[in-house]
């Protein structure tokens, strides 16, 4: 009796054993008879091994190392700085690609607080005068209005400074001080004269008006006669003697040359 080999269906394909860049599995059949007389012979075997997954395996993106960061954006106060990095591989079959938000990293630097200089307010304007003529003062004034901090400058100068101010010569009306009292009469009777004076208590200045009137007042005094009194003439000569000898007597006369006046 001749018989052919005979084999079964093949059974399903077992797992890739890779599942991608090129996997094998195998399947299996079962043989169903043996050949007999002059048969075929079962030549082919009942297992069989295939590829699959040949497709490649997804390679992720893969970046070189970050380079050094760049200076930073601000010297204090809080800046940012930026590193950046470039693809050494780009993505392939599917593989995670390369963010481009992923080339950039950045972080805060200098975050120590910046130096504040002192700060003036504007001076205010100039106060009123403290005189209206002959020279007066004025000031005016300014305050702090940013204190240093962090080892900022301090403020220099002056709160407050002043300056001269109307410094024209004032419009003064001269005004005569009181009388003093008069001096003794030059003479004591037969008329003299006595004086008064004064002295202006405020001098004229500018385009004030001048003292009117004289400094000195004179007038006249003791004004009654003066007394006079009575004056003789100069005596005449002796007259005859009264007797040649035994004691007799002469007699002189004088007139009165000038008669009393005026209590004399």
Not at 32 to 37: C, D, P, Q
Not at 102 to 122: G, I, L, M
Request: charged letters at 25%.
């Amino acid at each position: 009796e001749t018989q052919d080999c005979a084999y079964g269906q093949w059974a399903p394909w077992s797992p890739c054993s890779l599942s991608c860049g090129g996997g094998a599995r195998q399947r299996r059949r079962e043989k169903l008879r043996e050949a007999r007389g002059a048969g075929l012979q079962c030549s082919e075997g009942q297992e069989e091994e295939g590829p699959c997954n040949e497709q490649g395996c997804p390679v992720d993106c893969l970046w070189h190392p970050w380079q050094p960061w760049l200076g930073c954006s601000a010297t204090c106060g809080g800046g940012r700085q930026s590193r950046v990095r470039e693809p050494e591989r780009e993505a392939e079959n599917d593989g995670a690609p390369c963010a481009q938000e992923a080339a950039t990293e950045q972080r805060p630097c200098e975050t120590r607080p910046c130096p504040v200089d002192c700060e003036w307010s504007p001076w205010s304007p100039w106060g009123d005068c403290s005189r209206e003529c002959a020279g007066g003062r004025q000031a005016k004034t300014r305050h702090v209005q940013t204190l240093a901090r962090y080892n900022g400058s301090q403020c220099t100068g002056d709160a407050e400074e002043e300056r001269e101010c109307n410094a024209q010569v004032c419009d003064t009306d001269c005004r005569w001080g009181l009388w003093s009292n008069y001096t003794e009469c030059n003479a004591t009777c037969g008329g003299g004269w006595h004086e008064a004076r004064r002295r202006p208590d405020v001098e004229q200045s500018g385009r004030g008006s001048p003292c009117i009137g004289e400094s000195v007042d004179w007038k006249r005094c003791n004004t009654h006669p003066c007394p006079v009194d009575c004056v003789w003439a100069d005596w005449g000569d002796w007259a005859q003697c009264s007797t040649s000898c035994g004691g007799g007597s002469a007699v002189r006369r004088r007139s009165v040359e000038g008669h009393a006046n005026a209590g004399g």
